[in-house]
T-cell receptor, first 114, second 113 residues
């Protein structure tokens, strides 16, 4: 069974640009969540999608957005990039939404903003 | 305000001995706790979890203890093996998972031969 796939794995952008990251969950998993990992803050929850609906969002500015498609694949977008957006962005899927359970993480997309 | 704290950024343990990783939390609404393990250049992988109605959960070499009154949990690894060298994240959940997990900043465990 294929794991969570994230693309691209690495990317470099400059301040002011925007970026789109993609995530394909494990087949059959309908819940997709996104986390930002930085050295100083650890993993922080960005948002969670279930059946194409954003059900919750963490404490991030509106420049961070996402969506989920009917096949459960998800994208997140960051507009007007800032230096502080440099981080590892992790996508995780789970087989059910809204229930406590383990998350299956992808390897992440490492974004560097220059 | 950090709701989940792992106060030891790193921990060095000799192979074969017990590794004890600690985690404290402040939010009394947390009712489920998980430990994740992360190797460099990989995503975190689930290790073990515990519900707030229990005080211990065991899975092979890994045991998690929960002390609700102290808002403290710990992960014991016995015996420690070289492959256990990784960053360990403590995570907590409330509201059935819809609010996302709250993670600690991680503890880098180094197993010395």
């Amino acid at each position: 069974k294929a794991g969570v796939t994230q693309t691209p794995r690495y990317l470099i952008k400059t301040r002011g640009q925007q970026v789109t990251l993609s995530c394909s969950p494990i087949s059959g998993h309908r819940s997709v969540s996104w986390y930002q990992q930085t050295p100083g803050q650890g993993l922080q929850f960005l948002f969670e999608y279930f059946s194409e609906t954003q059900r919750n969002k963490g404490n991030f500015p509106g420049r961070f957005s996402g969506r989920q498609f009917s096949n459960s694949r998800s994208e997140m977008n960051v507009s007007t990039l800032e230096l502080g957006d440099s981080a590892l962005y992790l996508c995780a899927s789970s087989p059910v939404g809204g229930e406590t359970g383990e998350l299956f993480f992808g390897e992440g997309s490492r974004l560097t903003v220059l | 305000d950090q709701q989940v704290k792992q106060n030891s950024p790193s921990l060095s343990v000799q192979e074969g001995r017990i590794s004890i990783l600690n985690c404290d939390y402040t939010n009394s609404m947390f009712d489920y706790f998980l430990w994740y393990k992360k190797y460099p250049a990989e995503g975190p992988t689930f290790l073990i979890s515990i519900s707030s109605i229990k005080d211990k959960n065991e899975d092979g070499r890994f045991t998690v203890f929960l002390n609700k009154s102290a808002k403290h949990l710990s992960l014991h690894i016995v015996p420690s093996q070289p492959g256990d060298s990784a960053v360990y994240f403590c995570a907590a959940d409330s509201g059935g998972g819809a609010d996302g997990l709250t993670f600690g900043k991680g503890t880098h465990l180094i197993i010395q031969p």
